[in-house]
């Protein structure tokens, strides 16, 4: 089970890495005038509005929610 906990753990950090990137990106592109390079939406418009901005809330509750996880486990 452990196992499983880590990969969990190392897949969500992963996740979480990617989407606010994504959203960095996005960001970027916002403040600089520019369309979006990533694909997430079309036009210039704001990033607060993506999907990339919601995927990397979810991805950072997700790793929150795994990092607690994973405390509790090795207190066990």
Known sequence: ??????????????????????????LISYLNNQACA?????GVVNPIYT????????FTIAF?????VLVVSRKR
């Not at 990533?38 to 079309?42: A, H, L, P, S």
């Not at 999907?51 to 979810?58: E, K, L, M, N």
């Open 51 to 58: 999907p990339c901005f919601y995927g990397a809330i979810t």
């Open 1 to 26: 089970m452990r196992k499983l906990i880590i990969a969990e753990f190392i897949v969500l950090l992963a996740g979480t890495i990617f989407a606010w990137s994504n959203f960095a990106i996005e």
């Open 64 to 68: 929150a929610l795994s990092v607690a």
């Open 38 to 42: 990533t694909g997430c939406t079309v």
